[in-house]
């Protein structure tokens, strides 16, 4: 997607500034969209590395005479791979888009031995290290207290470190299961049996059906056996 867009970009902005007495440096429009980033990205206790990509030298743009306006292209967040708007404002301006990668270096739970798919991950099995690695700082796992209530997503290696998305929350209801539905109005607490019609971790969302009524609900897993439901 990156690299067809900028293809775009050059080939209508090449011609562009092909005429212009005074070429704006690439360098500058790197220089903004790495600023956009880093001032979107979380605190850490680590460090950041943003990275833009190199534009195509043949590039020639028409200097800006205004400040750079710069944005998260298609309305999006900043992630590990981010494209980043670049516009002069200026009439007759342009528009480039820049692809941008963000690393973090910083102390990350890394496993001491292999672990199977849906293990859980307890004290033994890790080590704080400081790692360089792709992505936002509150992705990696540097506290037990995060592990708590999640097991592996898929197995992993000795000397995996820990991020969330290699996680899953640990699945307190499981599909078919009979389960306590409770829901409260007016200070009045009800509860029913119900049949949970699929799996949840703590706080999900699942589809349950009355065992009495037969209707099917939707509810937020509380723990292992409860359901609670809105009337």
């Known amino acids: 997607m990156f690299k067809a867009r900028f293809a775009v970009a050059v080939c209508a902005l090449v011609a562009l500034g092909a005429h212009a007495q005074t070429i ?5 429009l790197q220089a903004a969209a790495e600023s956009h980033v880093k001032s979107q990205l979380p605190p850490t206790r680590g460090k950041y590395f943003v990275s833009a990509t190199h534009l195509d ?4 743009l028409a200097d800006c005479t ?3 306006e710069t944005f998260v292209a298609n309305n999006g967040t900043v992630q590990t791979r981010t494209t980043i708007g670049v516009r002069c404002p200026a009439p007759a301006g342009w528009t ?8 973090t270096e910083a102390p990350v739970l890394v496993l001491r031995r292999a672990l199977p798919r849906r293990a859980r991950v307890e004290a ?3 080590e704080l290290q400081t790692r360089r690695l792709p992505g936002i700082a509150s992705n990696l796992v540097n506290d037990m207290s995060a592990l708590q209530g999640r097991r592996l997503r898929r197995a992993l290696p000795a000397g995996s470190p820990l991020t969330m998305d290699v996680l899953d929350r640990d699945v307190l209801v499981q599909r ?7 829901a409260a109005t007016g200070g009045i ?3 029913a049996q119900g049949k949970a019609l699929g799996d949840g971790g703590a706080q999900d969302r699942i589809r349950v059906q ?6 099917i609900v939707e509810g937020v897993v509380e723990n292992a056996g409860t359901v609670r439901v809105d009337l």
Not at 57 to 60: D, S, V
Not at 210 to 215: D, P, Y
């Open 57 to 60: 030298p043949r590039l020639r």
């Open 210 to 215: 009355n065992v009495n009524s037969l209707k």
């Open 96 to 103: 480039i888009y820049v692809p941008v990668v963000v690393e």
């Open 176 to 182: 078919g299961q009979q389960v306590t539905l409770v």
């Open 66 to 68: 205004q400040a750079l």
């Open 24 to 28: 704006q440096p690439l360098t500058s």
């Open 189 to 191: 607490e009800i509860r």
């Open 124 to 126: 033994p099995d890790v």
